[in-house]
């Protein structure tokens, strides 16, 4: 059976402008952060069908009818979920790959994106640690609050060779997928496995969707090489196609119509943390 892949469904849900769309259809004025229109779904005189450019979504505090572009597209258009997806993606000029539906692959995926979170959480844990307050201080100290640490989930790989890999063993998780992700390497030869990420801070990189795909690691003493430590390409990452602080950005840069592109994490975050929120930056080199 033929599917649209789900990163791709999302890439259109969050690229299609729902305003532009909705308004083929009605006369949508704006009112504040939204837009305000006749509803198509029942007869009014005052307009109560609200569209939300930021989160793009619609509404009618009329008759209770909402959802996002695909549910508008289905309703109005009487077409099925599959064909709503197909239209909105032509309107928004992406084209679609069409896939054999295989269970065993999407669960493979959620294999590789389960191995990163808890990778994810094990450093975002190390870092709060009382032991390692010195590396909260190193992010506090440049100007990063905890609310922004905690937003983009940043943490701290200890400088010990198998925490993490001990970790993974203890889970049951298949340590050989998790070395192909980049998060542990097996040594020479030996079915013995050891953490990658060693005594570096930590910034997770997150795909659209916010699920961890890979990461990159700053080195904490000036011996280390190289000065980022980043993940390699994946079933699940690709570095030209991934950009930090993306999934928190689409947002902000939907409402104010463009995107504020930087070098470094860092860049990135002093800007988020001083209020902008339409910044993205390059994940990985």
Same mark, same amino acid.
């Not at 200890?158 to 390497?185: H, P, W, Y």
């Given at each position: /059976?033929?599917?649209?892949?789900?990163?791709?469904?999302?890439?259109? @849900?969050?690229?299609?402008?729902?305003?532009?769309?909705?308004?083929?259809?009605?006369?949508?004025? $704006?009112?504040?952060?939204?837009?305000?229109?006749?509803?198509?779904?029942?007869?009014?005189?005052?307009?109560?069908?609200?569209?939300?450019? +930021?989160?793009?979504?619609?509404?009618?505090?009329?008759?209770?009818?909402?959802?996002?572009?695909?549910?508008?597209? /289905?309703?109005?258009?009487?077409?099925?979920?599959?064909?709503?997806?197909?239209?909105?993606?032509?309107?928004?000029?992406?084209?679609?790959? $069409? +896939? $054999?539906?295989?269970? &065993?692959?999407? =669960?493979?995926?959620?294999?590789?994106?389960?191995?990163?979170?808890?990778?994810?959480?094990?450093? &975002?844990?190390?870092?709060?640690?009382?032991? =390692?307050?010195?590396?909260?201080?190193?992010?506090? +100290?440049?100007?990063? %609050?905890?609310?922004?640490?905690?937003?983009?989930?940043?943490?701290?790989?200890?400088?010990?060779?198998?925490?993490?890999?001990?970790?993974?063993? @203890?889970?049951?998780?298949?340590?050989? &997928?998790?070395? *192909?992700?980049?998060?542990?390497?097996?040594?020479?030869? @030996?079915?013995?496995?050891?953490?990658?990420?060693?005594?570096?801070?930590?910034?997770?990189?997150?795909?659209?969707?916010?699920?961890?795909?890979?990461? #990159?690691?700053?080195?904490? @003493?000036?011996?280390?090489?190289? *000065?980022?430590?980043?993940?390699?390409?994946?079933?699940?990452?690709?570095?030209?196609?991934?950009?930090?602080?993306?999934?928190?950005?689409?947002?902000?840069?939907?409402?104010?119509?463009?995107?504020?592109?930087? +070098?470094?994490?860092?860049?990135?975050?002093?800007?988020?943390?001083?209020?902008?929120?339409?910044?993205?930056? %390059?994940? #990985?080199?």
């Amino acid at each position: /059976m033929a599917r649209i892949p789900e990163d791709k469904i999302d890439e259109v @849900r969050l690229s299609a402008n729902i305003v532009h769309y909705i308004s083929q259809f009605i006369n949508l004025k $704006k009112a504040g952060r939204n837009y305000k229109g006749l509803c198509p779904f029942h007869t009014e005189k005052t307009p109560s069908f609200v569209v939300s450019p +930021e989160k793009q979504i619609y509404h009618c505090f009329g008759c209770g009818k909402g959802g996002n572009i695909f549910s508008f597209i /289905m309703e109005y258009e009487k077409l099925s979920f599959f064909e709503a997806v197909q239209k909105a993606a032509d309107f928004a000029g992406i084209v679609l790959p $069409k +896939e $054999k539906y295989e269970p &065993e692959k999407q =669960n493979y995926f959620q294999k590789l994106y389960r191995l990163n979170e808890i990778a994810c959480s094990h450093f &975002e844990k190390n870092l709060f640690k009382s032991k =390692n307050k010195h590396w909260l201080k190193y992010f506090l +100290e440049r100007g990063l %609050s905890e609310d922004t640490i905690h937003d983009f989930r940043l943490g701290y790989a200890e400088d010990r060779l198998n925490t993490l890999t001990s970790l993974l063993k @203890r889970e049951g998780e298949d340590v050989a &997928e998790a070395a *192909k992700l980049g998060l542990i390497q097996r040594r020479d030869n @030996r079915d013995e496995y050891f953490d990658k990420f060693r005594h570096r801070v930590i910034f997770p990189f997150h795909n659209i969707q916010g699920k961890i795909v890979g990461f #990159g690691g700053r080195k904490l @003493r000036e011996e280390q090489q190289p *000065k980022y430590l980043n993940s390699p390409e994946s079933p699940v990452y690709y570095k030209g196609k991934t950009l930090y602080g993306l999934h928190k950005a689409i947002p902000a840069i939907r409402s104010k119509g463009y995107v504020i592109l930087v +070098e470094g994490y860092f860049d990135l975050l002093r800007l988020y943390e001083n209020g902008f929120r339409n910044v993205a930056a %390059s994940s #990985g080199t």
